[in-house]
């Protein structure tokens, strides 16, 4: 049976509808029976291929009910003049950003556990996900987000048929609010920084890298505010290596906006865990998290993979996106903000990056 295992103090404990943290406070981690990567379902387009990987009941075929046909997106060069940098386009998925991996994961083990409502928090593309996924499995879902929230991602959420709570504050208090009502009214917390589902999805993001390359790329340029994408990534090509499909890991550049870097900060000081900061402002809201529940696993594995951290400023950022929209690719301002990154990182000619476009520029004002 797969466990949750806390990050912080090693204690196990058994998968369940309610918990969502250690007793210590630490977040929990999925350690799983070791299942050996047989296959590919190359039939399937899309992420869905790698079923073979992912942490469900053994032949439990909910998921197929509850997909609407994420993951496998194109991975393309961006410029002829630059052959080695590839664009994944992560944000043709249904509901337009990469978190669609997570949740529709997430979603489909809930659904596998009889879980009847789901709370998530989210600055916007996570709770839009949530609820997409929520609804088609027939999970009742509450969301709760900041009242400075994008309008257009809160017109999404709303469409599934969420229930939106809205919360004065910053994104901080949201998030707590959300725990307090998890624990008060006994419901599933379905976060994409907690629940450690949500990463057995985002990890085919580097699964379909190795695929879609044959190989693992030299680096990933990787946007980074809770590490979903990140870490994800991280574990997937862990996982690659283990299985003997690659031979060494890709180096992690993690970008943050610079009015919201806490990671940044807390690389550069060499430290374990990054400290809060208060963000002082960023176009960039879906990397604004002042306060990353996983600072400690996020500087663990871009260390450990000799990577590194790029801070951009708000004029950089528009900037790239200007840029990726003369190149045919209109995204959202946290996906600029990636990109404006890999524009500022110092990188060999023959050097094979892939950078992702997370989310779509028509979902942001
Ligand atoms: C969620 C999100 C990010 C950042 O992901 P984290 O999990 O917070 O690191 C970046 N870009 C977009 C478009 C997102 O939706
Ligand atoms: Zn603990």
Known sequence: MDQYECHSCG???N????????????????????????????EMPSMWRYID????????????DITMGEGYTPLIVLDSAEPNTFVKVDYMMPTLSFKDRGAAVLIAKAKE???????????????T???????????????????????????????????????????????EAAQKAVDKEKKFYASHVYNPFFYEGTKTYAYEIWEQMNGAPDTLMIPVGNGTLLLGAY??????????????????VAIQAENCAPLAKAFINNQQAAQPVENSGTLAEGIAIAKPARSAQILEAIRATNGQMITVNEDEML???????????????????NYAG?????????????IPLCGAGIKSN
Request: aromatic share 10%; glycine share 8%.
């Open 319 to 337: 900037k790239a996106r200007a840029a990726l929209a003369s190149k045919g690719f209109y995204v959202e301002p946290t996906t600029a903000a």
């Open 235 to 252: 574990y997937g090509f862990k996982e690659l290596m283990e299985n003997k499909c690659i031979e060494k890991m890709p180096k992690l």
């Open 11 to 13: 204690t196990k404990y």
């Open 129 to 175: 996900a949530i609820a997409a996924y929520a609804k088609r499995a027939h999970i009742a879902c509450d969301i709760f987000l900041g009242k400075g929230t994008s309008p257009k991602k809160i017109a999404q959420v709303k469409a599934h048929g969420a229930n939106v709570r809205e919360i004065e504050g910053t994104r901080e208090d949201v998030a």
């Open 53 to 64: 990987v992912m942490p469900f009941e053994h032949d439990s075929a909910i998921w197929s």
């Open 113 to 127: 556990l009889g879980v009847k409502h789901v709370i998530a928090d989210s600055s916007g593309n996570a709770g």
């Open 15 to 42: 998968v369940t509808e309610q918990g969502w943290k250690c007793q210590c406070g630490g977040v929990l981690d999925l350690v799983k029976e070791n299942v050996p990567f047989s296959k590919v379902y190359k």
């Open 342 to 354: 890999y524009v500022k990182y110092d990188r060999s000619s023959d050097e094979k990056i892939v």
